[in-house]
Nanobody
Framework: QVQVVESGGGLVQPGGSLRLSCAAS????????MGWYRQAPGKQRELVAD???????NYADSVKGRFTISRDNAKNTVYLQMNSLKPEDTAVYYC??????????WGQGTQVTVSS
């Protein structure tokens, strides 16, 4: 069956870095856009960054210049390199994969905590 699995979250000090990974599998159809979203306690889920199959990227203003999204189409995997992390980046980070035909699927989420 279709699976979207994130990894790489954890606890990091302010100014530190983390790299999230997300692997999508289980369908014969191609994946169009893959993206990272986050949800902090008491807040709505928001887009962090996404990337098309052609490599076009889109970032939230709050992470521009600090986060970089990349993708390996052969592996159906997307990465999020997060640098200069701030306490306000603390959230559960979710991966989303948008397949042709079958639609959008979400991962289970991975916790990122930025604290000293």
């Amino acid at each position: 069956q279709v699976q979207v699995v994130e990894s790489g979250g954890g606890l990091v000090q302010p100014g530190g870095s983390l790299r999230l990974s997300c692997a999508a599998s289980g369908s014969i159809f191609s994946i169009r856009t893959m993206g990272w979203y986050r949800q902090a306690p008491g807040k709505q889920r928001e887009l962090v960054a996404d990337i098309s199959s052609g490599g076009s990227t889109n970032y939230a203003d709050s992470v521009k210049g600090r986060f970089t999204i990349s993708r390996d189409n052969a592996k159906n995997t997307v990465y999020l390199q997060m640098n200069s992390l701030k306490p306000e980046d603390t959230a559960v980070y979710y991966c989303n994969a948008q397949w042709a035909v079958i639609g959008s699927y979400w991962g289970q989420g991975t916790q990122v905590t930025v604290s000293s």
